[in-house]
């Protein structure tokens, strides 16, 4: 992640105007501290880009193998124009990250592609608490940039 290569846009790209958008945030309660943490810069970013807060549904869900079934539900609504996948897994001593990583990261391409729907993933995937706080924020803010930047592109091309 540290100086990985983003890419970028203007700061007045019209691909950043939330204004006008609607934003569902599903986050997992397990390592509430981080989820807590993403939640709130991605909220602070939402804000940023012009998001309106009462545009802006935010569920819980236990964990992040719940986090897929919570998008669909909200994708069936048809009332948002992306949605922000909020999580964090930790390595433990079992295969059981692997499992959990794996299941909900494929559950959540899976909406957005089912739903023709952009959904920004970030259910961090680290080897130890320390890599989750030092992400946490700038993950919070990316999934915010990231589900804006996308609602307008599928905007653009339909």
């Known amino acids: 992640m540290f100086g990985a290569d983003k890419g970028s846009l203007a700061s007045d790209d019209q691909r950043l105007d939330g204004k006008k958008l609607y934003i569902g945030i599903v986050q997992a309660r397990f390592n509430e501290s981080i989820t807590n943490a993403l939640a709130q810069?991605?909220?602070?970013?939402?804000?940023?880009?012009?998001?309106?807060?009462?545009?802006?549904?935010h569920v819980l869900v236990p964990g992040a193998l719940e986090v897929p079934v919570a998008l669909q539900a909200m994708a069936e609504k048809s009332q948002y124009d992306a949605l922000i996948a909020l999580g964090c897994i930790i390595r433990g001593e079992t295969y059981h990250f692997e499992l959990v990583a794996n299941e909900s990261g494929a559950g959540v391409s899976r909406i957005a592609l089912d739903y023709q729907l952009p959904v920004a993933n970030a259910i961090l995937t680290?080897?130890?608490?320390?890599?989750?706080?030092?992400?946490?924020?700038?993950?919070?803010?990316?999934?915010?940039?990231?589900?804006?930047?996308?609602?307008?592109?599928?905007?653009?091309?339909?």
């Open 41 to 57: 810069a991605c909220k602070a970013e939402l804000a940023a880009l012009g998001v309106q807060d009462k545009h802006v549904d």
């Open 126 to 158: 680290t080897e130890n608490m320390e890599q989750a706080i030092a992400r946490q924020t700038d993950k919070g803010r990316d999934a915010a940039r990231v589900a804006v930047e996308m609602a307008n592109l599928l905007n653009e091309i339909q």
